[in-house]
């Protein structure tokens, strides 16, 4: 049973969800629409360095009650070890980053470390896998695989490409990329912090998870300038699964695979 959050523990929350969508619509998304193709080299990696310090300070003040918001200790799990897969990847592939992205992802390793440290002895990162949390990650991966093979096709036949599709072990890294830039940078907004805000104000699933979608499709405003399909269909119809998904599992580590595999595979299969 979750404690009754207090008012002042509330309004905290409901500030660090704004500063999020914040971050998200008006730095990243509008920035980027106004400036692209030619967008600021450090927009990107300064806006994820800036989202995971929130989430991880969001994680932190509701620390007691992360069930409401869909964050079981595999998303935790997920959150914390995400940094250390995107250095791995980045080191294996030699991939090459500028000295701020190198930054960044410093910055976000010592957080990982640091809130691991803060929440290690608490009892709601002490619950280990069982069937439900298996069935949720697997369905998860299922969803991921199966949509990120439909959009891939799309590509495949929008944009004719003719490069190779490459290994497995580029497929590894380019998951790993996935996860740390795009899975636990929106699921843990979207279908973790910003749901669980709304139902603690009384909203019902069925307006939360349409809500989710539209604020998760304005957020990728930028497609506007390059791929109105996405935008409009895409996007939204990833909301919708991933919403569905994390109401049906009642844990983002499931919607976080599956954004990170609908990602990777997308764009591993449509080479875009």
Not at 125 to 150: E, H, M, T
Not at 169 to 174: H, K, R
Not at 239 to 255: D, E, H, M
């Amino acid at each position: 049973m979750c404690p009754h959050p207090s008012a002042s523990s509330s309004r905290l929350m409901t500030v660090l969800v704004l500063l999020l969508l914040a971050v998200r619509f008006l730095y990243l998304g509008v920035t980027r629409f106004i400036t692209w193709p030619s967008y600021p080299p450090w927009l990107l990696p300064s806006e994820e360095v800036v989202t995971y310090l929130l989430i991880a300070v969001a994680i932190y003040t509701g620390r007691r009650r992360l069930g409401e918001f869909h964050i079981t200790s595999l998303a935790l799990a997920m959150f914390v070890i995400a940094p250390f897969l995107d250095i791995a990847a980045v080191v294996t592939t030699h991939f090459r980053l500028e000295p701020y992205e190198w930054l960044s992802r410093g910055i976000e390793v010592t957080s990982a470390v640091l809130l691991f440290a803060i929440l290690s002895r608490a009892r709601e990162l002490k619950a280990g896998l069982n069937r439900d949390s298996l069935l949720g990650l697997s369905a998860g991966i299922g969803i991921g695989i199966a949509l990120g093979l439909v959009f891939g096709t799309y590509f495949v036949i929008r944009d004719k490409p003719s490069a190779a599709v490459g290994g497995l072990s580029q497929f590894a890294a380019l998951a790993a990329f996935q996860l740390r830039g795009a899975a636990i940078m929106e699921e843990p907004l979207f279908r973790g912090f910003g749901w669980g805000q709304l139902s603690h104000k009384g909203w019902r699933d069925t307006p939360i998870l349409l809500t989710q979608a539209l604020l998760f499709s304005v957020s990728h405003l930028y497609y506007l300038r390059f791929a109105l399909f996405s935008f409009f269909v895409l996007v939204p119809a990833v909301g919708l699964c991933l919403g569905i998904l994390a109401r049906r599992t009642k844990s983002i580590a499931s919607t976080m695979l599956a954004h990170t595999f609908i990602n990777a595979v997308a764009i591993f299969w449509g080479r875009v």
